[in-house]
């Protein structure tokens, strides 16, 4: 078998087209993220051994309450940011500002965003979780970084990545160039030396076609009508206007969630719901939906809010929530024409099944 690439080796040929300061700055920033990776991949590996299950007794910025493993990952990524010349600042789903490099605050030319832990509630049910990470301009180079520094749509993202904490510790990235797979050695980083990743992928493409979907099928009496409509269709199967069965999906863990949808298409859903009219949706726009939204277009899927694409949203606040409809681009496509027209006739309502999700009639 031939020698696999290194993660800066891997980097330094995606980003050949770069000019070499912007490919060295965005390689030793990948490089720092993905040591913390390396770190939380370790101790989220240990389990009940690292001390880290369980909750913090704290809550983070939208008053949730914290798991250990989500304090222990979000200062293992602020410590290797810190360290990186080439990040100003980051915010973080545990904290509610943004926080100042201590030596690169004004030089830096990157800020991160990052939710350290994806996936808490599966902690301690042994079920993969994750890290997601999205790198953006720091566009006033020179000055510090304030809450409106972040305020940049999706697109403008240098990098989107995450890392899943699976069986296998993959982490999947882009720098706009097409999506690269890279799993973790677990083997290396013996005497201090940092651990290895070794690129297993490239050219990640999602199906254009899938028979499978993921949504919190609890929440269906609060979805919106397009979101009926399609749910619906795909559960009356071969019996409804689909013709042909569908299967479904639900780990609770984004990151897992993309990932199946990397490996093999499927649609991802975290819509919006009438639960709480001030939050329009379960998911965060900078650190969860924009850099999965990355991956998933620069992978040939679309990523949407159900009317535009989450790559356009300019946020309002670090901490935003937004509609999340995600995967395969037919799926993705006949979904975004349901939201177009809500009121059109409702077909599957034609086809009359048993089913859990056939919506009461009017
Ligand atoms: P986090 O653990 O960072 O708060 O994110 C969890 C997210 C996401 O990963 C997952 O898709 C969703 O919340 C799960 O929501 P439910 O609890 O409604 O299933
Ligand atoms: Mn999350
Ligand atoms: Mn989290």
Redesign the pocket.
Known sequence: MHEMLTLEQALAQNLSDAAPEVATALIDTIGAIAQACARISDLAGQGMLAGAHGLADSANSQG?AQKKL?VLSDELMSHHLDGCRHVAGWAS?EHECHLLSKQHARKGRYLVVY?P??????IEANIS??T?FSVLPHVYSGMLPTDSSYMQPGHEQLVAGYVLYGPATIMVLSCRRGVLMFTLDKRSGAHGEPMRWLLTQEAVQIPAHTKEFAI?A??QRFWEKPVQRYIAECVAGENGPRMKDFNMR????????VHRIMTRGGV?M?PRDTREPRKPG???LMY?AAPMAMLVEQAGGRAVNGTSELLDLIPDTLHQRVPVILGSREEIDRIVSYHADPHENVSWQLFKTRSLFVQPQA
């Open positions: 949730e989500d789903e939710d832990l994806d996936g808490s509630s599966n979780i994750g997601i919190n609890s929440n639900w780990v609770a863990s984004m990151v897992a969630e991802f975290y379960r998911l965060r969860e």
